[in-house]
């Protein structure tokens, strides 16, 4: 029987989940990239949300909301209604995260628009971030994990590892970042290394990975 040809204009499950992971993992880099080239920008801000303030912050918006909107889209596997609420759960505190921006409080900043200090904005900011990485951490760690009753091969146990160590890294990156949040007043010493910066990106690597992995850029079936 003739099979119709598929439609050029949908855009694929691996395509999706895929342009998810790299999205996520050259979001720091293109932070970075894009201030030392177009910001003449050379110091590296105390945080990812802090580049918001900076001339690549349309580009990190721009970003998150199509991250969020691709989370959205992506339902998982069939009849799985868990997969479904999770990403869209995940897409809308995504959408939280680009509009409810950080204050602006790096020292060094490279910032070309200001807002003033707002606690309750900055708050809502912080709480979407720790249950977006929590969400996503879930999702690797229980979601991407499952079988749904077919033949696990060599592959797919090296995936499941991958998801699993990808998981468990967003998870010590939350709890590392709440911890230094709590006592950084106690550490002023630890500030010129950035260490927001580099948990969130070290996050983001991880649930960036996780999902090329799931894209079929990595460890596929034979």
Not at 22 to 29: G, I, K, Q, R
Not at 37 to 54: A, E, N, P
Not at 89 to 104: K, Q, Y
Not at 124 to 140: G, P, R, T
Request: charged share 15%; with cysteine; net charge positive.
């Amino acid at each position: 029987m003739h099979q119709p040809s598929k439609d050029p204009r949908l855009i694929s499950f691996k395509t999706l989940v895929q342009s998810i992971g790299w999205m996520s993992v050259l979001l720091p880099a293109a932070m970075l990239v894009g201030n030392y080239l177009f910001g003449h920008c050379y110091t590296i801000q105390d945080s990812v949300s802090d580049y918001y303030y900076t001339v690549t912050g349309d580009l990190l918006v721009g970003t998150l909301c199509a991250v969020a909107l691709f989370l959205i889209s992506y339902k998982g596997y069939p009849g799985d209604r868990l997969d479904g609420f999770l990403s869209t759960s995940a897409g809308i505190l995504a959408l939280g995260v680009a509009f409810f921006p950080t204050n602006e409080t790096s020292a060094d900043s490279c910032a070309i628009v200001h807002l003033p200090l707002n606690e309750l904005r900055n708050n809502l900011h912080n709480v979407f971030s720790a249950a977006l990485f929590l969400i996503l951490a879930a999702i690797s760690l229980f979601q991407f994990t499952k079988s749904r009753g077919v033949v696990i091969t060599r592959q797919k146990k090296q995936r499941n590892r991958v998801y699993r160590i990808c998981g468990v890294l967003m998870l010590v990156c939350i709890v590392l970042l709440a911890l230094y949040t709590n006592l950084r007043d106690t550490m002023p010493w630890l500030k010129v290394y950035k260490p927001v910066f580099w948990l969130e990106s070290g996050a983001l690597l991880a649930f960036g990975i996780s999902w090329l992995v799931k894209g079929g850029l990595f460890l596929k079936d034979k």
